[in-house]
Structure formats: structure tokens, C-alpha cells
């Protein structure tokens, strides 16, 4: 099956109207307790009103029905994510901390659905989020073992700087957390599946 694919960049109120759906694609890629869904939302919206909000979302040319997303921001001072994990490696790597976190872009979210995973669409919407960003380092968090999403971060040039990190309030599941410096290394085979030449932008 070949089906084209387009990016769409959303600014943050679109990126807000359309989170129902981008929604079902974070249920159905990760698969998390239905009650945590209405917490993810709020988090979401609130990220939309970060510095320098940035997100792509995947959709079938056909339909405009999304299969993917991603989006990050400006990390400082004051944001729980970026205070928890900077804070942690501070205590441990002082250096670390500041070549990664001193001006990093977070990226916060990246899913795609289950049945779209593999055909490089998670490669173009990281790409895609982090050409032409005026940060020098990108920073995210990832399930620790060997996954794709792993893969992928780490074909991308992303490298550990935090290892076995537990965030406050979910002991049982460790992280790893990841940097890169930007711009990415050129992609080393570009895909031709689901490629489209476009992506298109959304206010
Ligand atoms: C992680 C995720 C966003 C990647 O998107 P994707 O569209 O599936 O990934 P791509 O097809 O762009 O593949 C990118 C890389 O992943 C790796 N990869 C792809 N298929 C793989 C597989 N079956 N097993 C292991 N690695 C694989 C490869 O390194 C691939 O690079 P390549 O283009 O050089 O082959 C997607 O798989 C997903 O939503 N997973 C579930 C949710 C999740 O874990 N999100 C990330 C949270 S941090």
C-alpha cells in the first residue's frame, strides 16, 4: 500500500483544537490507563503555551486523518519536566547539564499509530520539529530497553545522559534521558514510503 502522507505544522491554537485527535493517536501508540487521558490532555495544553511551540502532525493526504504527531518547545527554568530531569543532572554531571539543558529544545511528544509505525514518519516529524531551531542541543525522555523509538533517537544522533531515571510519582518505570546536538545529521537514506514533497503550516 502506498499512501502519500503530508506534514502539517500547527501553531499552538490549532494544535489545541485538534487535540481529540492527536489524543487517540497517543492512546493507541502508547497505550496508557484510560484515566490518565484527560491529565494528558491538560498537560498538552499547557505545553501548547510554552516558548517557541513547535508541532507536526502526520495526516493522510486521502482524508487529513491524523496517523502521527509530535511537538516540543523552549525548555526553562519553571517547567516540570526540564526542572525535574536538570535538577537530577545537575547533582550528577554539572558539565552535562549545562551543554545540553543550558538552551535546549524539549521535544515533549512523538507517536505514531501502530499500523503507520516503521515507515518513517516518525523520522520526518522529528526532523521536521527540529530543522532551523534556533537551540544548539535537542533533550527528551524515552522508555529505557531496547525500542524503537530508541532506535530511531539514536540513528538521529541522540546519545544517553541520564540512564535508569525514575520521574517523582512513577518509580516502577525507568527512563532514559536523551540529547543531540543541532542541527541533526542529514538523514543517511531518506525513505521514499509515505513521503510527499510539502508540509504545510496551520494557524
Ligand atoms: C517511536 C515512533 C514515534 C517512531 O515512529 P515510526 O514512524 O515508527 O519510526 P520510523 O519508521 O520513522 O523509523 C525510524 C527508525 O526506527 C527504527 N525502526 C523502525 N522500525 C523498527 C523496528 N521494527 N524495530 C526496531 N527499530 C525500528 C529504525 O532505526 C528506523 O530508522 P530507519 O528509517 O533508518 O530504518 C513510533 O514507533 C511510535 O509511536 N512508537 C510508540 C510510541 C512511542 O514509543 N513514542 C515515543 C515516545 S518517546
Redesign the pocket.
Known amino acids: 500500500m502506498q499512501t502519500e502522507i503530508d506534514l502539517w505544522e500547527l501553531a499552538a491554537p490549532a494544535f489545541v483544537r485538534a487535540l481529540p485527535a492527536l489524543l487517540e493517536v497517543y492512546r493507541a ?2 497505550d496508557p490507563p484510560r484515566d490518565q487521558l484527560t491529565g494528558r490532555r491538560a498537560i498538552m495544553e499547557r505545553h501548547a503555551g510554552h516558548p517557541r511551540f513547535r508541532s507536526f502532525t502526520a495526516v493522510r493526504t486521502s482524508d487529513g486523518n491524523a496517523v ?1 504527531f ?1 511537538y516540543g518547545f523552549h525548555g526553562r527554568h519553571g517547567q516540570w519536566w526540564h526542572d525535574v530531569i536538570s535538577d537530577e543532572l545537575r547533582r550528577r554531571d554539572p558539565e552535562a547539564e549545562r551543554r545540553w539543558f543550558g538552551d535546549a529544545f524539549e ?1 515533549a ?6 499500523e ?11 526532523e521536521a520539529l527540529t530543522a532551523d531551531r534556533p537551540e544548539p542541543t535537542a533533550v ?4 529505557s530497553g ?4 530508541q ?5 538521529c544522533g541522540f546519545t544517553e545522559v541520564l540512564t535508569d531515571f525514575r520521574f517523582p510519582g512513577s518509580p516502577d518505570q525507568p527512563f532514559t534521558i536523551m540529547a543531540a546536538p543541532l542541527p541533526l545529521p542529514a ?3 531518506p ?1 521514499s514510503a509515505g513521503r510527499s514533497p510539502g508540509s504545510r503550516s496551520t494557524g
Open positions: 501508540a502508547m502521527g509530535g521535544i511528544e512523538l507517536h505514531v499509530l501502530p503507520w509505525q516503521g515507515r518513517g514518519i516518525g523520522r520526518r516529524i522529528l527528551l525522555s524515552t522508555h531496547p525500542t524503537r523509538a532506535a530511531l533517537y539514536r540513528s538523514a543517511p537514506h525513505r
